[in-house]
């Protein structure tokens, strides 16, 4: 199936460190979500975007929405141990109820 | 507020079972979407119903089929099991306009042997 391209695939930190992610596509989107997934249990709501150009902040999580809007960006500042995960982003076109996912960024925090 | 809930959580199903997968929204949410993820990529699409009807279908086989109730709960079903049909099911619920945020519940995780 269809699924959007994030990079990286994944990434090895050292705590305290800042983390910057992206997410593409070959298509516009109208919405843009973020989700942390960690083991045994669903994706959870980080941020969502919904204009093209606009930045967003949720503590230390900053996702913007691309000019183009064919990408997505999710940062994360001073990363902690409980910042591991597998983050994806997903997109939506509008007039369309469905959501594509993308290939997630695995993220490992070294403490 | 509970979030999303599924049960069951996990399934071990032979190639060829039918299985039915169920889910309850949040409260106050009419829409419910069902979505596969197989281990180590993100979650596919598979249906969405909004106020019981069918708004959008991914590409999965006719096997899959699903139905939202009055109370907006929804079930997911799937004939003629494959092992290729093993993954996490994820339902979503959102609050129903085509640009909300999903919220998912922890899934059902379906093992076909």
């Known amino acids: 199936g269809q699924q959007l391209n994030q990079s990286p695939q994944s990434m090895f930190i050292q705590e305290g460190e800042d983390v910057s992610m992206n997410c593409t596509s070959s298509s516009i989107f109208n919405t843009w979500l973020w989700y942390k997934q960690d083991p045994g249990e669903g994706p959870v709501l980080l941020i969502a975007l919904y204009k093209a150009g606009e930045l967003t902040s949720n503590g230390r999580l900053t996702a913007q929405f691309g000019i183009t809007r064919k990408d997505s960006f999710l940062n994360i500042s001073a990363s902690i141990p409980s910042d591991v995960g597998i983050y994806f982003c997903?997109?939506?076109?509008?007039?369309?109820?469905?959501?594509?996912f993308g290939t997630g960024t695995r993220l490992k925090v070294l403490a | 507020d509970a979030g999303v809930t599924q049960s069951p959580t996990h399934l071990i199903k032979t190639r060829g079972q039918h299985v039915t997968l169920r889910c309850s929204p949040i409260?106050?949410?009419?829409?419910v979407s069902w979505y596969q993820q197989v281990l180590g990529q993100g979650p596919q699409f598979i249906f969405q119903?909004?106020?019981?009807?069918?708004?959008g279908r991914g590409n999965f086989p006719d096997r899959f089929s699903a139905r939202q109730f009055p109370n907006y709960s929804s079930e997911l079903n799937v004939n003629a099991l494959l092992l290729g049909d093993s993954a996490l099911y994820l339902c979503?619920?959102?609050?129903?306009?085509?640009?909300?945020?999903?919220?998912f519940g922890n899934g059902t995780r379906l093992t076909v042997t």
């Open positions: 119903y909004y106020e019981k009807e069918e708004r």
């Open positions: 979503a619920s959102r609050q129903g306009s085509y640009n909300s945020p999903l919220h």
């Open positions: 409260s106050g949410h009419k829409s």
């Open positions: 997903a997109g939506a076109t509008s007039g369309t109820y469905k959501y594509i």
